[in-house]
Nanobody, 126 residues
Framework: QVQLVESGGGFVQAGGSLRLSCAASGLTFNSRAMAWFREAPGKEREFVAAIHWIAILRNTNYADSVKGRFTISRDNAKNTVSLQMNSLKPEDTAVYYC?????????????????WGQGTQVTVSS
């Protein structure tokens, strides 16, 4: 059974930081790009960041709205992916989802996603 379990969400004031983590199990983690999406109230779910499955390539991709503030990383030995969020803004308030892309996909950035976590709430106050 595939599980993507997010943690680290919470409440923070504007300008603050949070670190989200995702623990993956039951899937071929080392052969999948991993990503974070978010969904804010009344808005469509949107891409936040992705990291390639080949760690040595260090390929990452970010939405323009988070570039320079968010950093995605992964630990293939521990099957975890993280999202460091700095300089948070009220517009970053959303439910954040950990997502696993199609295994061994040649597409970059990822275009197909197989598994989604349940999400973790991030609330940024002004």
């Amino acid at each position: 059974q595939v599980q993507l379990v997010e943690s680290g969400g919470g409440f923070v004031q504007a300008g603050g930081s949070l670190r989200l983590s995702c623990a993956a199990s039951g899937l071929t983690f080392n052969s999948r790009a991993m990503a974070w999406f978010r969904e804010a109230p009344g808005k469509e779910r949107e891409f936040v960041a992705a990291i390639h499955w080949i760690a040595i390539l260090r390929n990452t991709n970010y939405a323009d709205s988070v570039k320079g503030r968010f950093t995605i990383s992964r630990d293939n030995a521990k099957n975890t992916v993280s999202l460091q969020m700095n300089s948070l803004k009220p517009e970053d308030t959303a439910v954040y989802y950990c997502v696993a892309a199609r295994s061994r996909s040649a597409s970059w950035p990822p275009e197909e996603y197989d598994y989604w976590g349940q999400g973790t709430q991030v609330t940024v106050s002004s």
